[in-house]
């Protein structure tokens, strides 16, 4: 299987907030968003497997900001780290000012999805090899997100979390 880049996996979709999509404030609804990251995150991770992929988890949303009525969102997704199976999937929010066009980071989320075949069982997906530093860092990061998970849900004891205990336990001056 050929190893991939973020960029090869990369999803950028734009929409405008319509009045059905905010609340009694104005703003758009959290459960609007988190449904665009989804399907903006899912693409990403069809991308990078060529597969069948299912939403494993919603590992962070950060709402920072409130995204007003008739603003126009762009969600952009690229696969930050891939596993045997898994690919952890993180989403960048904008908002473009109507006047000046700049964007602004308002949100970001990260997703994990699992690459399955017809039958829901897991199947083997590339290698991911970032390039950016801000790639490198995502890439980093997510083994120990996913490490932290994997303690947090029961499927991974601590002490065999070599990433995390890393940060934590001080070296060895063997």
């Excluded at 308002?106 to 390039?131: M, R």
């Excluded at 947090?152 to 065999?160: N, Q, T």
Aim: charged share 20%; aromatic share 6%.
């Amino acid at each position: 299987m050929k190893s991939k880049t973020p960029k090869d996996s990369l999803t950028v979709q734009t929409q405008v907030v319509l009045p059905n999509d905010t609340n009694v404030m104005g703003n758009l609804f959290g459960g609007r968003l988190l449904q665009w990251m989804d399907i903006v995150a899912s693409i990403s991770a069809h991308r990078h497997s060529r597969r069948v992929v299912v939403t494993a988890s919603v590992n962070n949303v950060s709402f920072n900001n409130p995204i007003n009525h008739a603003s126009i969102v762009t969600l952009e997704s690229k696969v930050s780290r891939a596993f045997s199976s898994s690919m952890e999937v993180f989403i960048d929010v904008w908002v473009e000012d109507h006047v000046s066009g700049k964007k602004i980071k308002c949100n970001e989320a990260i997703y994990t999805f699992v690459a399955v075949d017809q039958n829901g069982s897991p199947l083997p997906v590339p290698e991911l090899i970032p390039e950016t530093n801000e790639e490198k860092d995502r890439y980093e990061g997510a083994l120990l997100r996913r490490q932290l998970s994997l303690i947090l849900s029961g499927k991974m004891k601590a002490e065999d979390a070599s990433e995390l205990k890393a940060l934590f336990l001080p070296k060895n001056n063997s």
